[in-house]
């Protein structure tokens, strides 16, 4: 029986212009998995949290993905998983991915690396699309290669990983619930040219800024026209966080995937400090319980521990 531990990280989707095509991995929190390649075939799942999501392999986010990954390799053994969830369901920054990533890693690495890189994210992406209802890779890129990834197209799948500058990253979560499909389905299906041509400036800026560490450049990006608008009405003080977020020294942020996490990116410790102070004195005043991280990007992805 081979066992190993997997640490699967938080990411941030969508980077606020960049709806399902980018995103980026948090150093913390993450999830640890550990996996024991069974001779026994089967998924067995525990919980070592408080969360109680569903050990019925079918029903689990990364139990999906290590059913697919044994018949993909014609296996006949099973695996017995002990999850640790860190990173709360439901919260937006990527609960669902880090399950999906880091069984689908799990299992690579104990069924011998049988995988490529896209073949890995594809095999993720079972366990998103029982989240989500949809395939969306702007989480598991990240969590699977770390830094920022950008996903140019799903079918074909044309993943490329960019440049991630030292920034700083400060994600607060209110703790009200926002579903992942139902901030989906609010969304309008059309949007308008001058709206297209303006989000198109800013993933373009965006991009160009990680590339080129232009910091003012990434901040000015920050910006979407088209998600934030419909969805930051789910999440009380959004408006209020971002604006003091900004005044505290933030280069900028937005909406974390589909909320209700909202993120903001600083060029400083002490100032994703000060905007962490920002974020909790909103929160506070409206007497909404939250959570606040201080982080960075994370360069490398699920880690394997042996
Ligand atoms: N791109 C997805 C969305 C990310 O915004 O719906 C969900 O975490």
Redesign the pocket.
Known sequence: MKKITVHSPG?V??LVCG???L?LALKEPYDIMEVTLTDQPGIIIHNRDEYNLPTDPDKNVAGVVFKVALEQAGSSQGFEVVMEKRIKPGS???S??ASAAGAAVAANHLLGNIFSRDELVQLAMHGEKLA?G?K?A??IAPCILGGISLIRSIHPLDILSIPAPDLWVTVVHPQVEVR?SD??QI?RQQVLLKDAIRQWGNIAGLVTGFFTNDLQLIGRSLEDVI?EPV?SILIPGFDEVKTTCLAAGALGGG?????PSIFMLSEHQHTAQKVEAAMQAVYERLGIAYHTYVTTISKTGVTIIE
């Open positions: 990411t989707a969508n709806f399902d095509i995103g937006g920054i990527g669902s991915a989500a949809v969306h702007d989480n992942t901030a989906r969304l998600i969805r909406i974390s995937g589909s909320g």
